[in-house]
């Protein structure tokens, strides 16, 4: 009777290991568009050249065929089993081929400067 039972006991453990490693499914993360720092957003200044923003921010991942004075930067990343979605979204405007504005409609504030220290008032004395 025992060795019958030992002989259901390998299938059974073998079963209760598929059924565990079967939930163990891995998921790819999807990444679309440019990656843009707030770093990087914050160095493009009003009056660049539509080249020094390319250079600073990539190729856009939108150019409006209605209003080409306007680039739209995307950016989209869903991480594995997360549900979690960070997206970005910058709107630079040019006039005249020079940086007008840079909206930041999806985008993480920027990094906070460091302090600087403040020199101790000198004491009379």
């Not at 493009?44 to 190729?59: A, D, E, K, W, Y």
């Not at 995307?74 to 405007?93: D, I, P, W």
Request: aromatic share 8%; hydrophobic share 40%; net charge positive.
């Amino acid at each position: 009777m025992t060795q019958r039972l030992g002989t259901f006991r390998r299938p059974l453990a073998l079963l209760a290991v598929a059924l565990a490693l079967g939930g163990c499914v891995y998921r790819i993360n999807i990444q679309q568009g440019n990656f843009l720092k707030p770093e990087d957003v914050d160095r493009v200044q009003t009056g660049m050249t539509r080249s020094q923003v390319r250079f600073i921010l990539g190729t856009p991942m939108v150019s409006d065929t209605f209003d080409a004075d306007r680039w739209d930067y995307y950016y989209y990343l869903v991480r594995g089993h997360s549900r979690h979605q960070e997206k970005r979204h910058v709107v630079v405007r040019f006039d005249n081929d020079k940086v007008v504005s840079v909206e930041r409609l999806l985008m993480p504030p920027s990094p906070a400067a460091p302090a600087q220290e403040k020199p101790a008032p000198a004491t009379s004395g």
